[in-house]
């Protein structure tokens, strides 16, 4: 489950920096003229740092970086890049589940279809969101709204940020399996353009079923994977525990987003600023915005019909087999 | 019987009849009910006394479902590869080759159903829990497009434990894959049955499972998204007896029919004749 700790340990050096940095630009008393440029050096340090300390994640930090709750969740991007945001509850069915949300918003002005994952930023919030694990009327109200865009011709941007589809005694009485199944089906279909954009940890079905678009972008320091490095740990080798298993998991998983260009599972990577989304949420939902524009403009060029056989052929490519 | 009819292709028995001559005795898994093989084979593998029905093969459900002598496999030259180079994917690939035949998780076949063109997908347990990797996205994906070139039902036998994870996210996508395929032959108004067996859960179920235009399951499968057991560990409780049956899906809304074995082909073949604007066979009026 996604609680990991605020600071993770590989940032530890980041941490210390920051702190010494701090206690430099609030140092009490007369400030000596040598402790600017020593802030100025040690400024430029911290910089070198977390450049070195991002460009070498390993793929279990990664997985650690994408489940921290400092990090961007949907609404943040929303509120950053979004406009005019109007948000839409329910299923019309049993319920409005929090895990999911959605609604009308603008980008650069014109219309789009928001549809996401929404984690919490704390217990509080965890509780109400189910720490962003979907039931099946929070996939149906996904469709739904998806849908809604379909009748007006808007195209639908959607945000991947789940640990998983909740396993729950609910979730299976109202059908999961069928909620997934369905949205996978009716997304292959839509009429209108769909990017999907793994923010956070694409976690399996339940990831999926927010993830069947003409563009799948990743940030660069999400992970997307059929199974939790420690599910597959538990598995396969009986120990979903121990930081080698989930280590050696979290390697043969080919999870990262630069993995996934390379399956061309994902389209594109959005960069993250440096030290990760985390560090500045601003520059993360600037770069994202960037990049959704770029990818939008180039789909709203394609009818319906085109643009529908496209992303049928890409996912009916899907796969690695031999013959 | 149909069923009777000897397999096209070599398939290794399973382990227990290796220990055992032919005319031995089987017990029931579920009732402990004790008589001849024989007796067994001749009731479709369901418990004479407590009607249970017992995981069989593939190729025994070719026999249930295809009219004698129709049956012709396809797809047979696609084999699983090791993209992510899987720690101990490569063996353990070459050991369920051993033990299940060469079809992976999949036989895919075409033929005929009571006078009918079918194409039909079987899942087989017996391969690495019917794991779903690549083939048998692409082995799915080969069917539907027969179905939907010739316009023939398409019907699918599932059983499976979910996504084969040593493809990593490649045997996720194969959900997608399986689902953009079934939206074109939805889209030209071909029939699609899916048939649910003991178990189904994981990617299986979360996609061309649950897509059926009927969706039958046979009595007693296990089927849902999560496992029993991944349940039980999350809520932190005991599941209520008889959750995620099939009679119990069939109370909650989620599948159209329960269906025993010895019914299967007759049903499927008037489901299809419903969808296929075909009038009703002679025969299937009375049953
Ligand atoms: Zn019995």
């Known amino acids: ?323 | 019987m149909a069923w009777f009819r000897k397999d096209k292709k070599p398939r290794s028995p399973r382990r227990e009849r290796l220990e055992i001559p032919a005319d031995a005795w089987e017990k029931c898994e579920s009732c402990g009910y004790t008589d001849i093989t024989e007796k067994f084979v001749r009731n479709l593998n369901v418990c004479p006394n407590c009607g249970f029905h017992r995981r069989i093969r593939a190729w025994d459900y070719a026999n249930i479902f295809l009219d004698e002598g129709t049956a012709e496999e396809t797809e047979v030259e696609i084999r699983s590869a090791d993209p992510l180079g899987f720690p101990e994917y490569a063996q353990r690939l070459k050991k369920a080759t051993a033990n299940a035949g060469e079809g992976d998780a999949i036989l895919t076949l075409t033929g005929q159903l009571g006078g009918s063109p079918i194409s039909l997908g079987i899942m087989d347990f017996a391969f690495m829990g019917g794991s779903m990797g690549s083939v048998v996205g692409e082995k799915i994906a080969r069917l539907g497009q027969r179905s939907l070139e010739k316009k023939h039902p398409l019907v699918i036998v599932c059983a499976s434990g979910g996504a084969r994870m040593q493809e990593g996210v490649l045997s996720l996508m194969q959900m997608a894959k399986a689902s953009a395929m079934l939206s074109q032959l939805a889209e030209r108004r071909v029939p699609y049955v899916s048939l649910l067996t003991n178990p189904t859960t994981g990617g299986v179920s979360a996609s061309f499972a649950m897509l059926g235009d009927a969706i039958i399951a046979e009595p007693g499968a296990v089927v849902g998204f999560a496992g029993p057991r991944v349940i039980k560990q999350t809520i932190g409780q005991d599941l209520p007896e008889g959750f995620q049956t099939a009679e119990f899906l069939l109370e909650h809304g989620i599948v159209d029919i329960v269906v025993p074995r010895h019914e299967l082909k007759p049903t499927v073949g008037r489901l299809l004749r419903h969808m296929s604007g075909k009038p009703a066979a002679t025969g299937w009026l009375s049953t």
């Open chain 1, 1 to 323: 489950m996604a609680t990991a700790a605020t600071t993770m340990d590989f940032e530890k050096p980041i941490a210390e920096l920051e702190r010494k940095i701090d206690e430099l630009k609030h140092a009490p008393g007369d400030r000596a003229v040598n402790v600017d440029d020593e802030i100025i050096s040690l400024e430029r340090k911290l910089s070198e740092l977390r450049g070195d300390i991002y460009k070498n994640l390993t793929p279990i930090q990664r997985v650690q970086v994408a489940r921290n709750v400092r990090r961007p969740f949907m609404l943040d991007y929303v509120a950053r890049i979004f406009t005019d945001f109007v948000e839409l509850h329910g299923d019309r069915a049993f319920r409005d589940d929090a895990a999911i949300v959605g609604g009308w918003a603008r980008l650069d002005g014109e219309t789009v279809m928001l549809v996401g994952h929404q984690r919490g930023h704390d217990t509080k919030e965890n509780l109400r969101r189910n720490f962003g694990m979907p039931h099946p009327e929070g996939y149906r109200k996904a469709l739904r709204l998806m849908k809604l865009a379909e009748k007006f011709h808007v195209p639908v941007l959607t945000f991947i940020d789940t640990p998983g589809a909740y396993p729950g005694l609910g979730a299976e009485e109202r059908g999961q399996s069928e909620a997934i199944a369905r949205n996978l089906l009716e997304m292959s279909q839509l009429q209108v353009p769909i990017i999907a954009t793994v923010i956070g940890e694409g976690g399996s079905g339940g990831a999926l079923a927010l993830g069947v678009a003409d563009r799948v972008l990743m940030m660069e320091n999400a992970v997307y994977s059929v199974i939790t490095v420690e599910g597959c740990a538990a598995i396969l080798w009986k120990d979903g525990k121990s930081p080698e298993m989930r280590d050696r998991a979290a390697n043969a998983l080919r999870i990262t987003s630069p993995d996934l260009l390379e399956m061309r599972v994902i389209d594109e990577i959005v960069p993250e600023p440096e030290g990760g989304a985390h560090a500045n949420h601003e520059a993360a939902a600037r770069s994202l915005a960037e990049v959704l524009n770029t990818n939008l403009e180039e789909l709203r060029k394609l009818r319906p019909e085109r643009l529908v056989r496209r992303r049928r052929q890409k996912y009916l490519r899907m796969g690695q087999w031999a013959e």
